[in-house]
């Protein structure tokens, strides 16, 4: 059996609860909201890996993470996205880049790349943390006029602590995602 992957920043409640409340202000829009326990930051997806191939990833995530230090995460803007992707897709969450959520995602980036797991790519652009709000259901939006779709386009101003990561693993379901937590480790505080 394989297991599909993700190393994650997992969100407070209080962040998750602020960010379900977005989702009420455009009820008009065709979208599949994220459920709130489901809120995340993905900072790498590794695909579907073998139970061998995920101790492997387990093991690395354990040692890569208290080799960074803890940090602030401020999220700043909920847009269409991805930006420039027409027609959108989801609706997400942007925030701002920091020096040591890039060297966190770049740790991990370089240790994996040495996996034979997926044929992972070394990424040229700085890592930009963001999070999906809600998939947005095409073939609707596509049938609304362009006058008619919703202003998309909100600044916010929400920060927490980051003091883990998580190796989490996604099953797809009909009803959308169920996330687990599979391991956490802590950073240096």
């Not at 020096?99 to 240790?111: F, I, P, V």
Request: charged share 30%.
């Amino acid at each position: 059996m394989r297991h599909r992957v993700f190393i994650a920043i997992n969100l407070p409640e209080n962040i998750k609860n602020k960010l379900a409340e977005y989702q009420q202000k455009w009820p008009e829009l065709p979208c599949r909201w994220t459920r709130k326990e489901n809120l995340h930051i993905t900072l790498m997806f590794l695909g579907y890996l073998t139970a061998e191939e995920l101790l492997q990833v387990c093991h690395i995530t354990k040692e890569i993470a208290p080799k960074n230090q803890s940090f602030s995460i401020n999220l700043k803007k909920i847009i269409y996205g991805p930006p420039k992707k027409i027609p959108a897709r989801l609706i997400w969450i942007e925030g701002e880049k920091s020096e040591a959520l890039g060297k966190l995602q770049k740790d991990l980036e370089n240790s994996f790349l040495v996996l034979p797991v997926k044929r992972l790519k070394s990424e040229t652009r700085p890592y930009t943390p963001h999070l999906t709000l809600g998939r947005i259901k095409t073939w609707e939006f596509k049938r609304l006029e362009p006058e008619e779709r919703p202003a998309v386009n909100e600044e916010i101003n929400l920060s927490f602590e980051v003091n883990s990561i998580e190796v989490m693993e996604s099953q797809l379901k009909r009803t959308g995602p169920n996330y687990t937590i599979l391991e956490s480790w802590p950073l240096k505080s």
